[in-house]
């Protein structure tokens, strides 16, 4: 059965791709520091910086729409957006360093980062 | 198993078939349209057109296979979608479309394997598309997600694409 449908290069590729992303998973993400914060940036700029660990509500409207993003509890998520797939909202809540939360049609990219400065900055453009 | 990718068909048969694979791969888009699997997961797809896109690759060949996949991008953006989200489909598309036509070539893997390869490059495509558009690397962060969920599904277009291939390889 199984051998009807793959080969041994399949199997090898299968456990790369697997590593790679379970690399992704276990490097990117640790738990959040008592100083992390929440990175919140529209087209590649930040337009915001709040800790992680002050609870708050932010309305980010940019020319492409809004995002309503509340952070409370060491959690953040967004809980409305006028965009038209709405999946943003339905990355749930993030609370982890590393993990992010992307609305593509408003450009949007709200990401938990334990390093202030370093760490995303240093690699994004 | 082995599938011809060439002849023992005249032009005309292989044009109509063709055509109504591409007809099927923009129902299976629409179909994914009215049903979006993303409920869960943002950004996540089962790719069911793909189905069509693997069994036209291993039956009609790879110009055709190429053929099918853009017209059906384009098209389901036209009927169903806009011009932004056609550029992460296409993006998607043509990614995963030029990775399973390299691997196919190198004969080692099975046609699961060759479609588990696509459905990765497909998510990756539209990942690098949309940092990108965004000019944000930050997130990357993503792309464990949608490597692991390419993945999933890839195997499972493969499988159900191998045995759809077993049933009309006398057909198409």
């Given at each position: 059965m199984f051998r009807d449908y793959f080969k041994k290069a399949d199997i090898i590729l299968f456990i790369a791709v697997l590593l790679i992303g379970l690399f992704g998973f276990v490097l990117l993400r640790h738990d959040a520091k008592d100083t992390a914060t929440v990175q919140i940036s529209s087209g590649g700029e930040i337009i915001k910086t709040v800790p992680l660990k002050t609870d708050g509500i932010y309305d980010i409207t940019t020319e492409y729409g809004y995002n309503i993003i509340i952070v409370e509890n060491g959690q953040v998520w967004v809980?409305?957006?006028?965009?038209?797939?709405k999946d943003c909202m339905r990355f749930g809540k993030i609370s982890k360093d590393g993990q992010v939360i992307l609305c593509l049609p408003h450009r949007l990219v709200v990401n938990i980062s334990n390093s202030a400065q370093g760490g995303p900055d240093a690699i994004s453009y | 198993m082995q599938y011809h990718t060439d002849t023992k068909q005249s032009g005309s048969r292989r044009i109509a078939s063709c055509a109504v694979l591409t007809a099927l791969a923009l129902i299976f888009s629409y179909i994914e349209f009215l049903i979006p699997v993303s409920v869960a997961i943002p950004g996540i797809k089962l790719g069911i057109a793909n189905i069509v896109v693997v069994v036209a690759l291993y039956s009609l060949g790879a110009k055709y296979a190429g053929f099918i996949n853009i017209v059906r991008v384009l098209l389901s953006a036209l009927l169903f979608g806009n011009m932004f989200s056609a550029i992460y489909s296409m993006a998607g598309a043509l990614l995963s479309f030029v990775v399973m036509l390299l691997l196919k070539k190198t004969d080692k893997f099975s046609i699961a394997g060759v479609s588990m390869a696509g459905g990765v490059a497909h998510n990756m495509g539209q990942l690098i598309v949309a940092a990108l558009v965004i000019?944000?690397?930050?997130?990357?962060?993503?792309y464990p997600v949608l490597m692991i969920s390419g993945l999933i599904t890839g195997i499972a277009i493969g499988i159900l694409s191998t045995i759809i291939l077993n049933y009309t390889k006398h057909i198409i």
């Open positions: 809980s409305e957006a006028d965009c038209p797939g | 000019s944000d690397l930050r997130m990357f962060y993503y």
